[in-house]
């Protein structure tokens, strides 16, 4: 029995759940969890309906029950993530979330999305710990979550920088900048384009939701490491859903040939909406074989955050002043895309 399927059977042995509850629970590429409910359902081991999923006799039957015994929880109060927002990142949080209300709806085209409001928070929480914060240069590669406006908010980081594609985003940070004070800087920016001489080398920190094909993934981190100084520190997500193992290799060895180590893995840090006004990322429904029903508001799509720092300078591996390659869809791993399901 493989490891996916393992977890499935015993996760329905204690209660039938939703397809959405079951996203949220497995760390595997969302492809395969599909394909093992389809077979697990037309095996008969599974019964389903809008309401949910449940193990019919055959299923539990292979069920241990030494495997129940135990119930391993993540802790409450940070749900894994390792850090709690205080007073002072809760009035943040509440500000937070004020300023960012008009914010603009992902476009697709750009396979855009934004991480909820408390799990930025977090991280700005999380990169004030570890010291990368106070006095600091920060370049944002990409915006969509808004972070560059918590970060500001705190008046911790000395500078500020957001290099994004999306010339609406740098329209409403202007607009939040303007209203509360802020300072912000925005340049719109195409990660496959070199990167600016002005850049290369000028900051303490960068932070980036790159796209997670392999060339974009390769192509984001390249660009916030070109920017970074001796003994800079990069923090970036990649999830289980559309990252496959093999790629979580390529880019481990890819950070650690450019002189970084990986300081911090943290799983399920940041959650992502996955139903906007104009943008579905849940049509991979269609690919199953069994009434589902609607998501009732789970948010199952989670990213797990990696910190790295240099050991002394960057090594950069590839020139910064040379144009990338990059792909906005993976044919063979992403499954959210809208674009899959048009037509």
């Not at 329905?12 to 394909?35: I, P, T, Y």
């Not at 918590?150 to 594609?165: E, Q």
């Not at 790159?210 to 520190?233: D, K």
């Amino acid at each position: 029995m493989n490891a996916l399927r393992r977890i499935l059977l015993h996760e329905l042995a204690v209660s039938k759940h939703s397809l959405w509850e079951l996203l949220g629970r497995c760390q595997f590429l969302l492809r395969d969890l599909l394909e093992e409910l389809n077979s697990l359902v037309e095996e008969g081991l599974v019964a389903a309906d809008e309401g949910g999923l449940w193990l019919t006799e055959r299923g539990r039957a292979l069920v241990d029950e030494a495997y129940l015994r135990y119930r391993p929880r993540l802790c409450e109060a940070c749900g894994g993530r390792r850090i709690i927002l205080d007073d002072a990142f809760q009035e943040l949080l509440q500000e937070f979330k004020e300023a960012t209300r008009r914010r603009p709806l992902p476009q697709p085209g750009y396979f855009q999305g934004y991480m909820r409001e408390h799990d930025v928070v977090a991280r700005v929480a999380l990169m004030h710990y570890y010291g990368d914060l106070w006095g600091r240069e920060v370049i944002l590669i990409g915006d969509d979550d808004l972070l560059s406006v918590a970060l500001s908010m705190t008046g911790l980081p000395k500078r500020v920088v957001v290099v994004d594609i999306d010339e609406r985003l740098g329209l409403l940070l202007s607009e939040i900048a303007g209203e509360r004070g802020l300072d912000i800087e925005f340049r719109r920016y195409d990660v496959a384009e070199p990167l600016p001489d002005d850049l290369i080398g000028a900051f303490d920190v960068f932070s980036t939701e790159p796209l997670e094909t392999w060339l974009g993934l390769r192509a984001f981190i390249l660009r916030g490491v070109g920017c970074l100084r001796e003994g800079g520190v990069g923090y970036f997500g990649l999830t289980r859903a559309e990252a496959s193992l093999e790629k979580w290799r390529r880019v481990e060895a890819l950070v650690t040939r450019m002189n970084f180590a990986v300081t911090d893995v943290i799983a399920g840090f940041s959650y992502y909406p996955t139903k906007f006004e104009e943008v579905d990322y849940e049509a991979f429904v269609r690919r199953l074989r069994f009434p589902v029903g609607e998501n009732p508001g789970v948010d199952w799509y989670r990213s797990t955050l990696f910190r790295i720092e240099a050991v002394g300078r960057p090594r950069l591996v590839v020139d910064p002043g040379k144009r990338l390659r990059l792909t906005y869809i993976d044919e063979e791993e992403d499954i959210t895309h809208p674009a899959l399901y048009e037509g």
